[in-house]
């Protein structure tokens, strides 16, 4: 488990409101099983519902630390998922009540298609919404995401970034070691203080990041869950990039040249019908590194469906 959790600190949308004139602001919502979802609206323009990384981040370091800069051209919806957060806890963390929720929030709205947002770890729940209600999906904005949990393409590419960085070799690793390599790396690369580095290359982005998550603390009862019970939690584990080539919503993946977190070549084995590829000079959280690109390749996206 505890190469997992080594891990998941890396891992750590077109139609109007209904209600044209719903104004800022931060609320709880029931869920059908009585879970209290906490969510805000903010901003103007279409409907975009931002679905955190993790497992189990809240909001409000995309938020604040970039993400409201898209509150220019879109009503931005953040949700903190379920045992995440602000929200509540729960007996239920499976995926399909993960996507469940999306969808009553959408409902909650009064929403009819929506755009989702998706970071990181988000990726693989976004995806599974745009499979299971595409009626409702507008488009997805996918950004560094991965659709494979700790898959071992990824691993043997951070095994060899964090060699590079101990300015040591890398060798053949069996499969099954991969895990038990990258976990010694990593405690190698914290001795040294520089394991943010799978993340990025720049200190103060931890900092920052750091900063804002003290100042809004948090649960992680899902994060921990799915990390520390992964049996419990096969479908989080899984493949979902063959999945990807039944999706016809409209797509657009952003990522990023240097991140290690999910892998620089992961986004390579999506196949939806109808996607758009925007590679960035930048690692995993390019949403604040390089705000002014990301912003507006999603801008762009959400522009051209709009025509």
């Excluded at 004139?21 to 869920?31: G, R, V």
């Excluded at 323009?45 to 509150?71: D, H, K, T």
């Amino acid at each position: 488990m505890k190469t997992i959790w080594i891990f998941s600190v890396f891992f750590i949308l077109f139609n109007s409101f209904s209600a044209q004139n719903i104004s800022t602001k931060e609320s709880f919502f029931d869920t059908s099983d009585h879970v209290k979802i906490k969510f805000k609206v903010s901003g103007k323009g279409e409907a975009c519902i931002y679905v955190p990384g993790g497992p189990g981040q809240g909001y409000s370091s995309f938020e604040l630390l970039g993400g409201n800069s898209l509150e220019k051209n879109l009503k931005m919806i953040y949700m903190d998922q379920r045992g995440s957060g602000e929200s509540g806890t729960s007996d239920n963390y499976h995926l399909e009540k993960m996507v469940q929720d999306i969808e009553e929030l959408r409902q909650h709205l009064k929403l009819d298609k929506v755009f989702l947002l998706a970071h990181s770890f988000g990726g693989i729940i976004a995806v599974n919404y745009a499979k299971k209600y595409p009626k409702h999906t507008k488009g997805l904005v996918l950004a560094n995401v991965t659709l494979h949990f700790l898959n071992d393409e990824s691993i043997k590419e951070q095994i060899e970034y964090g060699n590079e960085l101990l300015q040591q070799k890398t060798s053949a690793i069996p499969k099954d070691s991969l895990s038990t390599e990258l976990s010694k790396i990593s405690k190698a690369l914290r001795s040294k203080r520089i394991g943010y580095k799978f993340l990025t290359e720049d200190i103060e982005t931890i900092k920052q990041m750091d900063k804002i998550d003290s100042l809004h603390p948090r649960i992680i009862d899902f994060g921990m869950a799915v990390i520390s019970k992964p049996k419990d939690f096969p479908e989080y584990y899984a493949d979902y990039a063959p999945m990807t080539k039944t999706i016809k919503s409209p797509v657009l993946i952003i990522t990023g040249k240097h991140d290690k977190a999910v892998g620089t070549q992961h986004y390579k084995t999506f196949q939806f019908p109808n996607q758009k590829v925007v590679s960035i000079d930048g690692g995993h959280l390019l949403y604040y590194e390089r705000n002014r690109e990301f912003v507006g390749a999603v801008f762009d996206f959400v522009d051209k469906i709009k025509r």
